[in-house]
């Protein structure tokens, strides 16, 4: 009688590589779930908010924009108040804010756009979305973008190719669409 052969590990090595992967997502989903939202309970939108909204909506339709020329958006903290509290409506139960927060360390650096998102999830926890975005060098071209989920950083490789495949989703059927940094 041959002794017998020994098992192949290949079906341990997958059950050990799956519980790793178990293992990650659940380290995951713990780093991005927080105790306490970020952004406060939102305030209804009254007349000045919308007005102020709709100003920002405007400049970034370009309603006087001459087909491709560069055009700059000038961010007020109260029109961005004004957006948010229309957000907040839109998305609700979610709560959206929109900050200008000026960098630390970076002298008079021009402040970065902070966009925050939370939503209410079962037993008291909540998931918190945090974008920043500030211009680099003389203010052209797509500004670096950091996020967060939770308390888990998003890539800023990752965070190019999304706004990329968005800005890609947002053009119209246009044989020849300008890039993100046009």
Partial sequence: MTPAAPKPRTRSRWTLLLRLLALAMLVAAFLAIDGEPLVG??????????????????????QNAVAGARETIVLRQSELDGFSAMASQLIAPSRAEARLIAPPGRGAAPPELVLRLSRSLPLGAWLNLEARAHSTG?????????????????????????IGQAWSIAQPDMPDPPTLEE
């Fill in 41 to 62: 309970p939102p305030v209804p939108p009254d007349a000045r908010s919308i007005a102020l909204a709709r100003g920002i909506a405007k400049q970034v339709a370009g």
């Fill in 138 to 162: 003389a203010g052209r071209g797509l500004p670096t973008v950091r996020a967060s989920i939770g308390h888990l950083p998003v890539p800023a490789w990752l965070m190019r190719w999304l």
